[in-house]
């Protein structure tokens, strides 16, 4: 079943604006993963937040984690046409869950 | 590159004909998954090898579909008598297993299949 949720299930901004996403799943999680994948190309992993941290950061990109709302989010900062891409959160307790993800994208 | 390697990248077969990929993980990694993603989802999962150990299969992997890692290395996942419903991408990810721990899940470029 799909456990990661995203939303919205699009979002178009202009470069240099900040894009954020949501994401909502059912079960209680150890972690959860965001991956970003440009059309037709495999996934790539950006972060992983376990379920005992609230926030964490990798250049440009911050997540949250609210486990008491079943919710993570997704903050790209100061956005470039390089981040149009979809956007997916996904949970682990053994393999990962995906929702149908975020579109994002970035005009220049 | 010490990626996730997947092969062949696009696969273009006749309906009723066997298709085989094949994927090489990480060369640490003893978990290997296999996805598969249609056009504006997400990747579902098919089933995914401890070493050499087979520990699930969705009930998406039908009996035409079977999936292998003979050596707990590389992996083969082949699909006979293709349908249309098939065509898709197959995505291979591989991690390593660590108890309570969280596992980053590295994806491999996918491989394209459609069945005319």
């Known amino acids: 079943s799909q456990q990661g949720e995203e939303d919205p299930q699009a979002l178009s901004i202009q470069e240099g604006e900040n894009a954020t996403m949501n994401c909502s799943y059912k079960?209680?999680?150890?972690?959860l993963q965001w991956y970003r994948q440009n059309s037709g190309r495999g996934l790539v992993h950006l972060i992983l937040i376990r379920s005992n941290e609230r926030e964490k950061h990798s250049g440009r990109l911050r997540v949250t984690l609210d486990t008491s709302k079943k919710s993570s989010s997704l903050l790209i900062t100061a956005s470039r046409a390089a981040d149009t891409a979809s956007y997916f959160c996904?949970?682990?307790?053994?393999?990962?869950?995906f929702g149908a993800g975020t579109t994002v994208t970035v005009r220049a | 590159d010490t990626g996730v390697s997947q092969n062949p990248r696009h696969k273009i077969t006749k309906r009723g004909q066997n298709v085989t990929f094949r994927c090489d993980p990480i060369s640490e990694h003893n978990r290997l998954y296999w996805y598969r993603q249609t056009l504006g989802q997400g990747p579902e999962f098919l089933t995914y090898f401890q070493n050499e150990a087979q520990l699930e299969k969705s009930r998406l992997l039908s009996d035409r579909f079977s999936a292998e890692r003979p050596k707990g290395s590389f992996s083969t996942l082949e699909i006979q008598r293709t349908e249309q419903g098939d065509s898709a991408m197959y995505l291979c990810?591989?991690?390593?297993?660590?108890?309570?721990?969280?596992?980053?899940?590295?994806f491999g470029e996918g491989s394209w299949l459609t069945v005319v």
């Open positions: 990810a591989s991690s390593t297993h660590r108890e309570n721990s969280g596992n980053t899940i590295y």
């Open positions: 996904a949970t682990n307790d053994y393999k990962l869950s």
């Open positions: 079960t209680s999680i150890n972690n």
